[in-house]
């Protein structure tokens, strides 16, 4: 069978609202997504990966049974299921918190009331040792989905993840503890990683997936400069390691270029025209490979 050849990769990518997040890195990475008629398994241009659709909670439980080699998922169910499998990167998108939140004519000075409560969640491990952590005799109920409908009728408070905070507040609950924080991440299968060619396979991936990531951080800056500002305008220039330098036509001074981070741009261009430098450009990049 092909899942038995060394060097071949199982990759799971994720159903649901991050599905929408990671085909787009993939796309900006160059890697193209072709789906067939099986809806599950889209083929990418990466001839090493066979690829499944599948729920965020399912690729962890893949990854720890060896079924998967990689795959994309919550840190929340990571910790939530508290499997073995490694992490290879944070893609830092579809942030949320997982939180415990109860409607407020329960709540004490904005705490929940020292006394047995009702708390629902998917998440049963996490709930149990918040409940733990209570000192109280609280009882869990497992939720399947649209937890935050569960108060006040059918428990007490809820424990689930959240962006913004919205749809807990159209429910009229106010969070009033932070578990944790999550994202969607890039994990291993742990013996994949021992095997050298399904390593290799993996490592590739990851480098053109960082590429994304480390681009969406950076933009490419050129700025012209005379030769008696280029020392000071080089000086103030956060490049990844030198900035490339050449020549203007008929030498009438330089021009600089370097990738530099988007999140400094309002105070960086100032700054450089503070210090001499002259037609600006700023440009995106798709990928960034240092």
Not at 134 to 154: I, K, M, N, Q, Y
């Amino acid at each position: 069978m092909r899942e038995q050849q060394t060097g071949f990769v199982r990759l799971g990518l994720p159903k649901g609202r991050m599905q929408k997040g990671v085909f787009q890195m993939l796309t900006e990475a160059g890697i193209q997504i072709r789906t067939t008629s099986r809806a599950y398994r889209p083929v990418l241009s990466i001839p090493e990966l066979d690829t499944k659709i599948l729920k965020p909670q399912d690729i962890v439980e893949m990854l720890h049974i060896g079924s998967r080699d990689v795959g994309f998922a919550g840190a929340d169910w990571v910790t939530e299921l508290e499997v073995e499998v490694v992490e290879l990167l944070d893609t830092e998108m579809d942030p949320v918190y997982l939180v415990a939140a109860a409607p407020n004519p329960l709540l004490e000075d904005g705490k929940l009331p020292k006394r047995p409560l009702v708390v629902a969640s998917e998440y049963e491990r996490l709930t149990k040792n918040w409940i733990k952590n209570r000192g109280l005799d609280d009882t869990f109920v497992r939720s399947f989905g649209a937890t935050e409908v569960f108060p006040p009728e059918d428990a007490d408070c809820i424990i689930d993840n959240t962006a913004t905070g919205s749809t807990l507040r159209a429910n009229n609950l106010k969070i009033i503890d932070e578990i944790m924080t999550s994202s969607t991440r890039l994990y291993a299968h742990p013996r994949s990683l021992e095997i050298p060619e399904k390593r290799e396979v993996i490592e590739n991936f990851v480098l053109l997936v960082r590429s994304v990531l480390d681009a969406r951080k950076r933009v490419m800056l050129e700025v012209n400069v005379s030769a008696d500002s280029l020392d000071k305008v080089v000086a103030v220039i956060p490049s990844l390691r030198k900035p490339t330098i050449s020549s203007l036509h008929d030498n009438e001074g330089y021009v600089v270029k370097a990738a530099v981070p988007r999140i400094e741009l309002p105070v960086l261009i100032p700054t450089i025209r503070a210090q001499g430098g002259t037609d600006i450009v700023v440009t995106l990049i798709t990928q960034l490979v240092p």
